[in-house]
Structures are given as C-alpha cells and as structure tokens.
C-alpha cells in the first residue's frame, strides 16, 4: 500500500465517502460497501484528492498533453488534478470539461477550457457502467483529439453482466488503461493491516462472488 493510496482511504473513510454496510446497487447487488466522491466536498479533501490523482497519474506512466473532466461530477476533479500536477510535479497541464447543455450565447459550445487536443486523460470518479466513459470518449474524438486512457479514484474490480469489468470493456474497446487511485484488492489489502474483521470478511466473500 503506497502513501497517497493509504492517506486517500483514510480521508474517504473520515469524510463518509467510503462506507461499509449493505449497499443495494443499480445492479442489485447487495455490496458490503459504497463509494461516494462527491463527499470529498471541503477544501482540505479535494486538495487531497487531486494530489491523490496526480500521485496515480505520474505513476503510470501514461503519455498525455492535457485532461478532462466529464460533467457533473469530472469538473472539480479535472481541476484539482491539474492544480496538484502543476505544484507538486511541475506538470502544467491543459484542462477542460464539457456542459451538459451547448450554450448558445457568448462564446457557445459544449467545451469549457483549453481545446481538446493531442493525447486527452479523462478523470472520473468510478465506471459503472461506462456510459459517461464513451461520452467522454465521443466528444474528444469529435475534436480530433485521442483518447490517452482514464484515471479513477475506485475500480469495484467486478464484474458487469458478463464475464468482464466495465473497465475492461472500455480498456478493450479503445485500446487505452484504465488506472485507479484505489482497487477493491487494495481496499482490502488495508482492511488486513486492521482489525476490520467483519468488514474484510464481508469484502472477501464479495470479491469471489463477484469479482473479474
């Protein structure tokens, strides 16, 4: 478990954006925990947050010139991982993020921010289902940029209705990485390190049902 993966689940944890229980999700999965990025909704937590995503994003490795955030929730995060790329690792990085609606007076279009263009890093929150994933990809694509690959605050690790991840179907379908600041093995993985018994127990029995 590295540093910023560690600070990122105690932090989610304190703030109540990660919670551990019985969650019923859209699939109707009961989940022995839920995530939610939109807690991380005070000053401290997004700065912690966006270092959390720069920390991944330097990591990987993966080549790109600048990100974006797909509307609702990918605005702060896109911001804050830029704000974090430029002050901790000198990388001043292009953003933008796209409105749910053109706008039809001033300057108009879809787009607020720098351009879309070269290799385009999308910064999301989870893939569900994927559907925000290809919107994304479909709006970067129809400005002539390309799509560099997807950073995630939480990858479930589970599968959808087939035998695959959402993720992996998005990193196969575009042929891109998809990397997350935390898995659900990692998740685990610092459960073990506690004396969160019941609640690893539960994620464990989780993942051999479900998981990719």
Known sequence: MLPHQQRFIDLALELGALRFG?????????????????LFSTGRALSVLGRSYAETITRSGIEYHMLFGPAYKGIPLVAATAAAL???HGRDAPFAFNRKEAKDHGEGGMIVGAPLAGKVLIIDDVITAGTAIRESAAIITGERASLA?????LDRQERGQGRKS??????????IRCVSIITLSDLIESLDATRHNKTRDALHRYRAEYGI
Do not use: D, M, T
């Open 166 to 175: 959402a993720v992996q179907e998005i990193e196969e379908s575009y042929g």
């Open 149 to 153: 690959g997807v950073i995630l605050a």
């Open 22 to 38: 019985e969650f019923q999700l859209k699939s109707g999965r009961i989940s022995p925990y839920f995530f939610n990025a939109g």
């Open 86 to 88: 430029a002050e901790a």
